[in-house]
């Protein structure tokens, strides 16, 4: 019965926290309440299409971090990691708020343009080995 009451208050505090984080940044929280991925209150929701570990949520409402810091840093990881494949480290949410080394747009714009070319060679070589498959 104690584990009960346990997971219970868990479950109260994390929706209480996602409560707090859906009002500051005006997202609709009922639904964001009913996103808990696998059902799993406290791991993972979805606000108004963001995937939000509840992490992030604490951090963002226990540092009363200015409203806009968190698009800011989802949409930093979203680019950075689509670019890198996982081989450029992204900073965790509360190390972004203190201030900790990142790209600036310019390099982050460097590299998507790179990945470009690299995507534009890759299909130049698949179309020149199927042309040649073709020839022989």
């Known amino acids: 019965m104690k584990t009960l009451k346990l997971k219970t208050d868990y479950e109260k505090a994390c929706n209480a926290y996602l409560q707090a984080f859906c009002e500051k940044h005006d997202y609709d929280y009922e639904d964001a309440r009913r996103s808990w991925v696998g059902g799993e209150v406290g791991g993972i929701t979805e606000c108004s299409d963001l995937s939000v570990k509840m992490n992030d949520i604490i951090v963002d409402i226990d540092m009363d971090a200015p409203k806009e810091a968190f698009i800011r840093y989802y949409d930093y990881c979203l680019r950075v990691g689509s670019i890198a494949c996982g081989m450029i ?45 073709i020839v022989e």
Not at 99 to 127: F, H, N, S, Y
């Open 89 to 133: 480290s992204l900073p965790n949410y509360r190390s972004w708020l203190m201030g900790c080394p990142r790209m600036d747009e310019a390099q982050i714009v460097r590299l998507e343009e790179l990945q470009k070319d690299m995507r534009r060679a890759e299909k130049i070589l698949k179309d020149e080995i199927e042309r040649q498959a």
